[in-house]
């Protein structure tokens, strides 16, 4: 599958702000979106798309507070940047306790926006590798047998073979091969690195 | 430092079998810190006055319930300070008192981990929304 290249998505009300931040982050070298309203952007947005969202948070219809919602239910983790004009302490809170990357008050310096972005877009890129990561995990945890599965989960606990083989009532030899296929199938080196393997799929 | 029951006084009993968590604000004899004590004068079990390097080392115990920052402290230090913080309890509520409007520390002390950040003089119904919802 072709990967996407990252964008930064633009969503304000205001005409003369877009087009402005387009430049802007056009003059970065950065891919740009630009929409009008919440909801021009949400019907065209897919959470598959890596980037960040710069976001007003004042706009007719659906503010931005309430897109970041929306964003939220539908298990986007894009990283959002707030920008306002009349922000003030319960808003940005709010934001933040929702999972905005950051909030930033206009006016702001073009530089401050693309540290900003530029942070933002590092974020989204180590999180997708994180996520890639552990769905390759889970892919070759979903390979091993039940038995390999059980040997896995005993020997991650840190289980001696010969303790394993009397928990699962089984040879000493049976629990040394089984074992050898879990290391195999998982592409793991060693015994710390399965765990590792363990440790980033387990649940927070 | 001390603790105060409901009424503001020192002491305070608590039930032998039921274990009561503490608030603990960071903070000296500034307005901020009097403001934040009014505010909460319903609680019991308050622990203040107290350092910063106080309040990290008493943010380990398991009966902190939660911690109030009320010290007007630069920006840098509570950065800092919450990462700290953080690091020895990860799910300790955290609350930052600031100045009025200033939106930019408030989303900074967001960023390094703060639960909620409320602005000074901290309203009486806030403030006691959060730490009741925080202690329970």
Not at chain 2, 20 to 38: E, P, Y
């Amino acid at each position: 599958m072709k990967e996407l290249s990252q964008t930064v998505f633009v969503v304000d009300d205001d005409d003369a702000v877009r087009n402005s931040l387009r430049l802007l982050l056009k003059s970065a070298g950065l891919s740009t979106e630009i929409a009008a309203s919440a909801q021009e952007f949400l019907s065209n947005y897919d959470t598959a798309h890596p980037g960040c969202l710069v976001l007003d948070v004042r706009m007719p219809g659906m503010s931005g507070l309430e897109m970041q919602h929306e964003l939220n239910v539908r298990g986007a983790t894009i990283p959002v940047i707030f920008i306002t004009g009349h922000g003030d302490i319960p808003m940005a809170v709010e934001a933040m306790q929702h999972g905005a990357f950051d909030f930033l008050q206009k006016p702001f310096r073009d530089q401050e926006l693309l540290d900003r972005v530029q942070r933002a877009l590092t974020r989204d890129t180590e999180y997708r590798a994180r996520l890639r990561q552990t769905d390759r995990i889970r892919e070759r945890l979903a390979s091993l047998s039940p038995r390999e599965r059980e040997v896995l989960d005993l020997v991650t606990q840190g289980k001696a073979n010969k303790i394993v083989a009397g928990d699962l009532g089984v040879s000493q030899r049976t629990v040394e091969i089984h074992r050898a296929h879990v290391m195999q199938k998982m592409e793991a080196g060693s015994l710390a690195e399965l765990v590792r393997m363990m440790m980033a799929v387990a649940p927070q | 430092m001390v603790a105060l029951d409901h009424k503001g006084s020192e002491g305070g009993e608590h039930g032998e079998t039921e274990r009561v968590r503490t608030i603990i604000v960071a903070g000296q004899s500034s307005q901020r810190t009097r403001a934040v004590l009014r505010a909460l004068r319903g609680f019991t079990n308050v622990i203040w006055p107290i350092s910063l390097e106080a309040a990290l080392a008493q943010s380990g115990s398991e009966d902190a319930g939660c911690l109030v920052i009320a010290d007007d402290l630069r920006e840098e230090r509570i950065d800092d300070f919450l990462q700290e913080a953080r690091e020895l309890r990860r799910n300790l509520p955290i609350f930052v008192i600031t100045d009025p409007d200033d939106v930019a520390e408030a989303v900074s002390a967001m960023r390094h981990g703060a639960t909620a950040v409320i602005e000074i003089p901290p309203s009486y119904a806030v403030l006691c929304e959060e730490v009741a919802r925080a202690m329970q």
